[in-house]
């Protein structure tokens, strides 16, 4: 998965002691191997093929904390976003 654009940003706002934004963006998935087509995988794994589906449509929102080195992601594990 590799963000393909941001398409809206609100904030940063101070949430006790630290910055945080809101993100809204577009994201896409390349190179997916030609086993995710069957239709065995899609009925066995339908939230990672929501992810799938919903790629260059979707637009999830991700908190993002604000700091000296950039931007981390609230409640992902350690993604750095810029």
Same mark, same amino acid.
């Given at each position: 998965?590799?963000?393909?654009?941001?398409?809206?940003?609100?904030?940063?706002?101070?949430?006790?002691?630290?910055?945080?934004?809101?993100?809204?963006?577009?994201? *896409?998935?390349?190179?997916?191997?030609?086993?995710?087509?069957?239709?065995?995988?899609?009925?066995?794994?339908?939230?990672?093929? *929501?992810?799938?589906?919903?790629?260059?449509?979707?637009?999830?929102?991700?908190?993002? *904390?604000?700091?000296?080195?950039?931007?981390?992601?609230?409640?992902?594990?350690?993604?750095?976003?810029?």
């Amino acid at each position: 998965m590799t963000p393909d654009g941001v398409v809206q940003w609100e904030g940063p706002a101070d949430y006790g002691g630290y910055q945080e934004a809101h993100v809204r963006f577009r994201y *896409k998935i390349e190179g997916l191997p030609a086993w995710t087509s069957d239709s065995t995988f899609r009925a066995a794994f339908r939230e990672v093929m *929501k992810v799938i589906d919903g790629a260059e449509t979707e637009e999830p929102v991700r908190k993002v *904390k604000l700091t000296s080195n950039g931007g981390e992601t609230v409640g992902l594990r350690r993604a750095s976003i810029f």
